[in-house]
């Protein structure tokens, strides 16, 4: 069974090619440089004297910059990428944590259970709409008639989570230090926003990224030079390959570095979101 479905993800990798987001993207780019390198070829077997170029690309080629250019660039855009996915991974498990000692420490009616389930809940779809387009606190289900209208939705879920716990402890239906386990978790849902505010908030600094596309575009623009009084027209095999990758790395990182955005290759947050509404569901028995 492993095999056969191992085998099955990399035929769909080609068969399915058209439904890669990076795909999308870079055709058109690869279809440009192609025809340009059509035209390098069909100018260069008109007898042009090309020693001199190609002495210089081969200099432009032996060295490593593009490729540790390239390498820095994947890493960094995939580090930001994985920190989102560990935040939200997080998430899952302080709302599951919550609810199950909610459960554990009070004995709540259905209504309370409700109004918990709403705030949780609330809290994973504002903060979903907050690193995106953001979100008016109507748009929340639950929240329909509230007529706050607050900067920060998902912070304002927090001071209502927190105002919620604190109004049970002072009827006294905590006991001593118990209150303390919800802060500690309030807490890292603080910390839990406040670290993807910083993701989206700071991209990769755009000097980094403009002198990596001029690189990118330079070795373009030489490699069909460098490979037409060798290859002639078997040259744009190799270029269409080299364009494919070296572009497409540079708008892969270009939407992993974003990992909150509705892009083909942000995280999945529509789904996270759906699974902590099924936790909270479960755990708070609704």
Avoid at 146 to 175: G, H, M, Q, W
Avoid at 243 to 260: K, N, R, T
Wanted: hydrophobic residues 45%; charged residues 20%.
């Amino acid at each position: 069974m492993i095999d056969k479905v191992s085998y099955q993800d990399w035929l769909n990798v080609f068969l399915k090619i058209h439904q890669i987001p990076v795909v999308r993207k870079v055709w058109g780019l690869v279809v440009i440089v192609t025809i340009y390198s059509f035209l390098v070829d069909w100018f260069e077997t008109a007898n042009l004297n090309t020693t001199y170029i190609l002495r210089a690309s081969s200099t432009l080629y032996g060295s490593l910059i593009m490729g540790l250019l390239l390498v820095f660039r994947t890493n960094s855009a995939y580090d930001r990428w994985w920190e989102g996915r560990k935040l939200w991974g997080q998430l899952v498990n302080e709302v599951r944590i919550l609810s199950l000692n909610l459960v554990s420490f009070i004995d709540m009616d259905l209504k309370l259970r409700h109004e918990f389930f709403h705030l949780f809940n609330g809290f994973a779809l504002a903060l979903k709409e907050h690193l995106r387009e953001g979100i008016n606190l109507k748009e929340i289900p639950g929240f329909e008639d509230r007529l706050d209208s607050p900067v920060n939705t998902p912070l304002y879920f927090i001071d209502c989570i927190r105002d919620k716990i604190y109004t049970l402890e002072n009827k006294a239906i905590f006991r001593d230090g118990q209150s303390i386990i919800f802060d500690n978790h309030l807490s890292a849902l603080t910390n839990i926003l406040g670290s993807c505010e910083r993701i989206r908030n700071t991209p990769i600094a755009p000097s980094y990224r403009a002198l990596l596309r001029h690189g990118i575009a330079l070795n373009l623009l030489g490699l069909p030079w460098y490979l037409s009084p060798s290859f002639h027209i078997w040259s744009l095999p190799i270029v269409i390959v080299s364009s494919y990758f070296m572009l497409g790395i540079e708008l892969v990182a270009e939407d992993v570095e974003q990992p909150f955005t509705r892009s083909g290759d942000s995280l999945p947050l529509d789904d996270i979101c759906k699974v902590i509404n099924s936790s909270l569901t479960q755990t708070l028995k609704i």
